[in-house]
């Protein structure tokens, strides 16, 4: 429990930290509220004097004057407040973007078992709902404590004027200070549940709009909408639940409030009644019991968004957190002169809680050739991709580049090796946006060249905004074949010394297929690239061909070497032929 408490301070104080950056803004926010303070506690003094002038002295021109004065700093308080904002919300967006491309930066170093474990919906929330939760709590603390501090002068000032008034008010405090504390300690018990459904439910709606195509070619409407409907309804419960418990404790606060008003007022005409207060006081010192015994209310919010605050700061910096999450480790190997070599030497390798996918798996590909993994499906190809990417991590053995460790190749691998798969991802962004993410100073005329060895030039061509066109979120204005011809450009601008192509012309057409392949083919050149299929008509050309089956690789040559030497692969081979004629038939 101690451990938690202080892990909960850490992620509050880290959350701070980032306050450094904006030390001057924070200055002049801090400043200006202060001064806000000092307008707040003059003001029921004036309105003070002001009725005793009235009701006591009957000097009518002194109190217009304070009637004044209260007016004067009213409208100073009001142009305060309006001068603090843009220095609150200049600190507020600098630190919410710090924030976040701080913990993005890192979270793409999860473990991708890790991440598919948190799920999409947990990133959302933290990075939006909780942040903003947290910067709007900062807020709300900062005000407060600069609140008490007025509260406390005001408490101070009913001490001097008469110290058993000022007992009563202390003990009229600390009665509602108890009443609230039992009220934070139910809400802190009950939101985190809630926080987690509520994750739940934004994964799930998540999955449902990335698979829309899906949902609607299954019919999976209805499901998924009671499926939501019934997540939904424990959230609406449980947060119902909290309201009740919430608002009924708020209001015997609200009671004991007015109880205790009755009595403060009670007193003070008994201490008028024996000339121990002068009745010109009294409603200064009402107005200040009024505002003082806000100051549990205050105090309890403050222990309120503390709490919220290391609850949301918690949820946020948990996913840079090493001990909650599983992180990929770098070495400290650079790649320099890079050739291409590559070398898997006695990899064993499962998925976690499954059994051994490869074990003892050898073999080596030469820089400027082009291989092939070939199999039947879940044979284990796009995993040695994977491996080979650092993507996952192998149990036992080492994979080297040239001869260097894949494990201690520093964070810069991604500069040498690239990987097109299936389903290659698209930002929503424009067709030269998308180009220049893995080359920012590309110019037009590499993306068209790279197009063209992508066979989708004429079809970005014929778009009515060519380069500028927007693809859509995960390039839904595209089909699934133009999207891969141009996840294959971008990944030839980028130009890495390692290409590995993994199922990545599965949604071409043949004679699509057949002129990126013959692009493909003249990169090894100056390119090691690694082809990992399923239909055996698009390595025929490799210099390399490695047949998994098993789990393991069984044999390896040419394609016209395994049609003579190995009986599987010619087997498959036939196989896909006679699919093949029958599919041109039809």
């Known amino acids: 429990m101690l451990m938690e408490k202080q892990k909960k301070t850490h992620n509050l104080l880290l959350f701070f930290k980032y306050f450094k950056k904006y030390k001057l803004l924070c200055f002049f926010y801090i400043l200006f509220l202060l001064l806000i303070s000092v307008t707040s506690f003059l003001q029921p003094l004036f309105l003070g004097k002001m009725i005793a002038c009235m009701t006591v002295e009957y000097d009518y021109t002194f109190a217009i004057q304070y009637a004044i004065n209260v007016a004067v700093l009213e409208f100073i308080g009001y142009v305060l407040t309006c001068l603090s904002v843009p220095f609150f919300k200049g600190l507020e967006n600098g630190v919410k973007l710090d924030v976040k491309i701080a913990v993005l930066n890192k979270t793409l170093d999860i473990n991708l078992n890790e991440c598919n474990k948190v799920g999409n919906g947990a990133y959302i929330n933290r990075l939006s709902g909780d942040l903003d939760r947290l910067s709007t709590a900062f807020k709300t603390i900062s005000t407060v404590i600069i609140d008490s501090i007025t509260k406390l002068s005001y408490l101070l000032f009913i001490f ?25 300690h139910y809400l802190m018990k009950m939101r985190p549940p809630i926080s987690r459904q509520e994750e739940n439910i934004n994964s799930v709606i998540g999955e449902t709009i990335r698979g829309i195509k899906d949902v609607k070619v299954l019919g999976l409407h209805g499901k998924i909408l009671s499926k939501i409907g019934q997540m939904q309804d424990k959230v609406i419960k449980d947060d119902n639940k909290e309201y009740y418990v919430g608002s009924t404790l708020l209001l015997a606060s609200q009671e004991v409030s007015t109880i205790f008003c009755f009595f403060f007022i009670c007193l003070c005409i008994y201490l008028i009644g024996i000339n121990y207060l002068a009745v010109a006081i009294f409603y200064t010192l009402y107005l200040y019991f009024n505002k003082t015994i806000e100051f549990a209310v205050e105090f309890s919010d403050l222990q309120t968004k503390l709490k919220e605050m290391e609850l949301c700061a918690t949820r946020i910096f948990e996913l840079v957190d090493d001990k909650t999450y599983i992180f990929d480790t770098f070495g400290d190997k650079s790649l320099k002169n890079f050739k291409g070599n590559i070398k898997f030497d006695k990899v064993n390798f499962a998925y976690e809680g499954k059994s051994k996918l490869f074990n ?142 993994d199922e990545a012309t599965s949604a071409l057409d043949n004679l699509s297929q057949e002129k990126v392949m013959k692009s493909i083919e003249k990169l090894k050149k100056d390119h090691t690239i690694i082809t990992i299929a399923h239909r055996l008509t698009t390595i025929q050309a490799c210099d390399v061909i490695h047949f998994i089956k098993n789990e393991k690789i069984i044999a390896s040559g040419t394609h016209e070497e395994l049609i003579e030497n190995c009986s599987a692969y010619k087997k498959l081979y036939i196989k896909q032929q006679k699919h093949k004629k029958r599919g041109d038939n039809e």
């Open 160 to 184: 001097v004027v008469n110290v058993w008034l000022g007992v009563f008010v202390l003990v009229s405090i600390i009665i509602r200070l108890v009443v609230y504390k039992v009220r934070l």
């Open 360 to 501: 003892d798996l050898s073999f080596d590909i030469s820089a400027n050739t082009h291989v092939a993994f070939v199999g039947e499906s879940g044979c284990g190809k796009s995993t040695i991709a994977n491996l080979i990417c650092r993507l996952f991590k192998p149990d036992s053995g080492i994979i080297y580049l040239d001869k260097v460790d894949l494990q201690k190749v520093n964070n810069r691998l991604s500069d040498h090796v690239t990987m097109i798969n299936q389903n290659s991802y698209m930002f929503n962004l424009t067709i030269r946006e998308n180009m220049q993410l893995v080359k920012s100073n590309v110019t037009d005329d590499e993306i068209y060249e790279a197009l063209k060895q992508a066979n989708a030039y004429d079809f970005v061509k014929s778009l009515e905004n060519g380069l500028d066109s927007c693809l859509g979120e995960s390039g839904t204005k595209l089909s699934g074949g133009q999207k891969q011809r141009l996840c294959i450009a971008r990944a030839l601008i980028k130009n890495s010394k390692v290409i590995i192509f």
